[in-house]
């Protein structure tokens, strides 16, 4: 099939290289023309693992181009995804939903057979009934169908995410478009995803329910997580004892720091936006939004407590700072809160992440980059675990740290209480 996906960011890309690869010929289209002609030389703007191997291959073989032509690539193409970002608006905690619209006025000057517009990107309810409204300006409603067709990608890993998904969900009000979509995911529901066809709203409200819900889990856990720390409980046995029961499920049950990223911070901020329009209170939601925004103060907490409240001139190495691993993204990284109010205490912090330097830290007093895990815990009173790279997991503190004296805070649980013991190091970590 040929498909046109609107946006070359982390969804449209990944999505467009993904399909690419199953068989269809899909053009990728970006205003940002300095962004193209990367993309045209297999240049990928974002740290994701085994994407540029793809694209590279895709590319080659011309199942994959690139294009700023917006109108042209519209129709040439039967399917055409808008992947184009939806971030929190300057002012309030609504989607801006600028991007999508100005690109659906593009594509309805576009339409010359039909075609099937789909929001990839995370909407709110009720947006694909405005899509609609502006196509029809233009257009007999025979000549298009707009469809949700969220997606369902963890940044770090996506291809295996749109490879062998849980689900596919189209929200879609008519047969016509939902066959044609069906076909186009045969080879991943043949593989075993599951096909959800509902309408379009519900499409675009089960994108935000689900992540809306992953952060509820996740707050939920790291909330027990910090009565485990005062009950001397690991908070560990306590997901895998809820995690076996089916109901509940064992993923995203792991504690932490607060979670960051651009989906749920933003996803949540945007779905309680939506129900205030309804009139509709989202308490439990509201109240994740808040504990999660509280998480990175509790701990700092504990860092000063840890560091007998003496933090200034203290040497603190954090290693990770991105909001996960296996990615560049530093979006809403609680590590973005915890440094700057560290500096202003007088902390004197080196980072090593092995995505390397970031420019969010670059203004910040006493804050300084190394390029190796060894440079940056090297004289250290305090080495942080912030993220959980693999680089991470088999660390011989012993080789690198002199000073005995260094106390290592593990916020990911990487390690056992008794593994950094035995290397001589006091050792502090989360829920344990
Ligand atoms: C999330 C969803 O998982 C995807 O399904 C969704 O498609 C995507 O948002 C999106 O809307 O585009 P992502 O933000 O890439 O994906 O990352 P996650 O793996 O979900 O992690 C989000 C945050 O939760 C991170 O800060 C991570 O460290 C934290 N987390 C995750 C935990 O603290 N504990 C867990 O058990 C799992």
């Known amino acids: 099939m040929k498909l046109c996906m609107i946006g070359t960011g982390y969804v449209g890309l990944v999505s467009g290289t993904c399909f690419a690869d199953l068989g269809n010929n899909v053009i990728c289209v970006d205003k940002d023309k300095k962004k193209i002609k990367h ?56 989607a801006d939903l600028s991007q999508i619209y100005n690109v659906s006025k593009e594509i309805s000057s576009s339409i010359n057979k039909f075609k099937i ?6 909407v709110p309810v009720t947006t694909g009934d405005q899509i609609e409204k ?7 409603k025979k000549k298009f169908s ?25 929200g879609s009000n ?15 529901i043949s593989k075993g995803a599951q096909y959800v066809h509902t309408t379009r709203r519900a499409a675009e409200l089960i994108k935000y329910a689900s992540n809306s819900f992953l952060a509820t889990k996740i707050t939920f856990i790291n909330e027990i997580a910090n009565l485990c720390e005062k009950t001397g409980i690991n ?16 993923r995203f049950l792991r504690a932490g720091p607060a979670y960051g990223g651009s989906c749920f911070p933003k996803d949540t901020k945007a779905i309680i936006s939506t129900a205030d ?29 840890i560091l007998n409240k003496k933090i200034k001139n203290k040497k603190i190495a954090f290693l990770g700072v991105t909001f996960k691993a296996n990615t560049d993204d530093m979006r809403d990284s609680s590590s973005l809160s915890m440094i700057p109010t560290l500096s202003k205490k007088g902390a004197k912090i080196k980072y090593f992440d092995p995505t390397g330097l970031k420019d969010e830290f670059k203004k910040i007093k006493n804050v300084s980059y ?15 675990i912030h993220t959980e790279w693999n680089d991470f997991k088999s660390i011989n503190f012993k080789n690198l740290i002199k000073n005995k004296k260094c106390i290592i805070y593990d916020m990911r649980n990487i390690y056992s209480a008794n593994k950094i013991k035995t290397q001589g190091f006091k050792y502090y970590s989360v829920g344990r």
């Open 370 to 384: 190394e390029n190796s895990i060894r440079k940056s815990v090297e004289g250290s009173d305090l080495v942080i």
């Open 134 to 140: 502006i196509l029809s300006k233009k257009n007999s």
């Open 39 to 94: 993309l045209s030389n297999a240049n990928i703007p974002i740290y994701e693992p085994g994407l540029s191997e793809l694209v590279l291959k895709n590319y080659k073989n011309k199942k994959l181009t690139f294009s700023t032509n917006l109108k042209k690539s519209v129709k040439d193409s039967d399917i055409i995804f808008i992947c184009v970002g939806t971030p929190t608006k300057k002012k309030g905690s609504s």
């Open 235 to 250: 908070v560990e046995d306590i997901s895998i004892g809820m995690g076996l029961d089916k109901r509940i499920g064992g």
């Open 117 to 122: 517009i789909i929001t990839k990107s995370t």
């Open 146 to 170: 707009v469809v949700s067709n969220p997606e369902f990608l963890r940044e770090g890993e996506a291809i295996r995410d749109f490879t062998y998904p849980d689900r596919i969900v189209i």
């Open 174 to 188: 008519d047969k016509k478009s939902n066959n044609i979509l069906k076909n186009l995911y045969g080879p991943l």
């Open 277 to 305: 329009k309804f009139k509709v209170n989202l308490s439990v939601i509201k109240s994740v939004i808040k504990s999660n925004k509280n998480r990175s103060n509790l701990l700092l907490d504990r860092v000063y407590e």
